[in-house]
């Protein structure tokens, strides 16, 4: 099954509550992500007001200026971060 992102809905800071077409669903924190990533793209995500103005598009959650993540990514993250709060609780 290719996964495909059903529902995006900002949660505040750099996080998305996400559904896939698999039915599960995560909250994905893309800070880190977004403020490592050296590719110029991705610079104007930095800028939380911008951030907020994603879509979902073909597969995944996308922005105006075509910057993107692959679902299978996000799904990924979200799960990490997930167990790893998990852990801390």
């Known amino acids: 099954m ?3 992102v059903t529902y995006a809905e900002y ?3 750099y996080k998305v509550f996400l559904t896939f ?3 599960e669903s995560v909250v994905t924190d893309i800070k880190e992500t977004i403020m490592s990533e050296t590719r ?3 610079f104007p995500l930095r800028d939380l007001n911008y951030f907020k ?3 979902i ?3 995944t959650i996308t922005w105006d200026n075509e910057a993107d993540f ?3 990514f996000l799904f990924e993250l979200g799960k990490k971060q ?3 709060d998990k852990k801390r609780a």
Do not use: Q, Y
Request: proline letters at 4%.
């Open 2 to 4: 290719i996964l495909n």
């Open 11 to 13: 949660k505040g800071e």
């Open 21 to 23: 077409n698999n039915g």
């Open 82 to 84: 997930e167990s790893r």
């Open 40 to 42: 110029k793209i991705f």
């Open 53 to 55: 103005t994603f879509k």
């Open 57 to 59: 598009r073909l597969n």
């Open 70 to 72: 692959a679902p299978e």
